[in-house]
């Protein structure tokens, strides 16, 4: 059984990933309410004399578009943060480390990309998320650390409210309210539920894979107007509307092979991410 710190553990995936690893696991827990990873002396005084064996680091500051209001705010806790784990980790001997990572820090290339494409972080989000992978490899080649890095695309499941596509409109058609749709909704993307995170998370500790590589998780890749043709069979009802708005729609497909070669086998398709929404949004009622 391992010792864990996990950072982020009442966050949506730093939830997930404690529910799914708990059982064969003991967990440290961190949440950024609770300790503020971006100061030095705090972050260092929480590591002190604790049995660490690995670090899952999941806290971050959230929301792409959210990012460019406050870039001080989101740099500070998503690369000092980092910055300020990985010097705790060496104070303290702590060599294994699983930082998840973003698809964001692709940008917005126009092809489907594997974990070799250039980086060209778009927001000051998924900056962080770059100068994080950035300082980690640092770390790696002059320090005592093995690591991996996960990036995922598009993370959706019940309980993540802000930016999930799939959350909005389940809830709207649910609330007899239209199914908005910019442009013509052709653009593509992929919904990957936190479960299946979790899976690669527990297959890289079962086989103790800290090789120092980036992986990229993914699943489900459909167009937007699909996924709400979807919704709406599913649910017997809702309407489409399409709206004309100055909004530049843009694809963003990874490739997820490099973690299948290793053993990696997503789980939960569309179908079911769209069930657990409805259940969950009915039980809230």
Same mark, same amino acid.
């Given at each position: 059984m391992n010792n864990i710190l996990l950072t982020g553990a009442n966050g949506f995936l730093g939830g997930n990933i404690l529910k799914n690893l708990k059982s064969s696991n003991k967990f440290i827990e961190i949440d950024l309410n609770n300790l503020d990873i971006s100061n030095f002396k705090k972050c260092k005084d929480f590591f002190a004399n604790k049995k660490i064996d690995i670090v899952i680091h999941a806290a971050a500051a959230k929301g792409a578009a959210e990012s460019f209001k406050?870039?001080?705010?989101? /740099?500070?806790?998503?690369?000092?943060?980092?910055?300020?784990?990985?010097?705790?980790?060496?104070?303290?001997? /702590?060599?294994?480390? /699983?930082?998840?990572?973003?698809?964001?820090?692709?940008?917005?290339?126009?092809?489907?990309?594997?974990?070799?494409?250039?980086?060209?972080?778009?927001?000051?989000?998924?900056?962080?998320?770059?100068?994080?992978?950035?300082?980690?490899?640092?770390?790696?080649?002059?320090?005592?650390?093995?690591?991996?890095?996960?990036?995922?695309?598009?993370?959706?499941?019940?309980?993540?409210?802000?930016?999930?596509?799939?959350?909005? /409109?389940?809830?709207?058609?649910m609330e007899n309210k239209n199914a908005i749709v910019f442009g013509k909704g052709l653009h593509i993307r992929q919904y990957t539920h936190p479960d299946d995170i979790s899976l690669f998370i527990k297959l890289i500790i079962k086989k103790n894979l800290f090789n120092n590589q980036s992986y990229n998780i993914s699943n489900n890749k459909i167009r937007t107007i699909q996924l709400i043709k979807k919704i709406i069979k599913i649910l017997g009802k809702g309407k489409i509307e399409y709206v004309k708005k100055n909004i530049k729609t843009f694809d963003l497909v990874i490739s997820?092979?490099?973690?299948?070669?290793?053993?990696?086998?997503?789980?939960?398709n569309l179908k079911f991410i769209i069930n657990e929404m409805i259940k969950n949004l009915k039980n809230d009622k």
């Open positions: 406050d870039p001080k705010k989101f /740099i500070d806790v998503n690369f000092y943060g980092t910055l300020n784990i990985l010097e705790a980790m060496r104070i303290n001997k /702590i060599s294994k480390i /699983i930082f998840i990572s973003s698809s964001g820090i692709y940008g917005r290339p126009k092809k489907i990309i594997t974990e070799k494409y250039i980086k060209k972080p778009f927001n000051p989000y998924s900056l962080g998320k770059n100068l994080s992978e950035t300082i980690i490899q640092y770390y790696a080649e002059h320090y005592d650390l093995k690591y991996v890095n996960i990036r995922p695309n598009l993370i959706s499941g019940f309980g993540l409210t802000k930016d999930n596509l799939v959350y909005d /409109i389940v809830k709207s058609i997820n092979n490099k973690a299948k070669n290793i053993g990696w086998k997503p789980k939960r």
